[in-house]
């Protein structure tokens, strides 16, 4: 179990690392909020991709799955927003959004 456990931080440092690099190396980012929405985001993924999958199996209209697929992408990738921008809310804003 705790093997798992280092594994899963392990995996979990090296994705914040790379999204947050940039930002603390400028010091322009408070790494708390980077941290805070990139573990809102790992929380939510099952729920949003639930609902792709929901709306592929069980509705009709090609349209709704979709465009639920395209907002799970825009909320999955959301974090990488960090590279280019120290604006915690546009980032926040953007997953939000989607």
């Known amino acids: ?3 798992n456990q280092s594994w899963r931080k ?10 947050a690099s940039e930002r603390i190396k400028r010091q322009d980012a ?4 980077i941290h ?3 573990l809102t985001i790992l929380a939510t993924i099952p729920l949003m991709w639930s609902f792709v999958f ?3 199996f069980h509705v009709s209209e090609p349209l709704v799955w979709k465009l639920m697929f395209m907002t799970s992408m825009i909320h999955l990738l959301s974090p990488a927003l960090f590279l280019f921008s120290s604006n915690v809310l ?3 804003g953007v997953s939000l959004f989607s």
Do not use: D
């Open 1 to 3: 179990m705790a093997a």
């Open 10 to 19: 392990r995996n979990y440092l090296k994705v914040f690392n790379l999204i």
């Open 30 to 33: 408070n790494p708390r909020k």
């Open 36 to 38: 805070t929405h990139l």
């Open 54 to 56: 929901i709306s592929y």
């Open 90 to 92: 546009y980032v926040a």
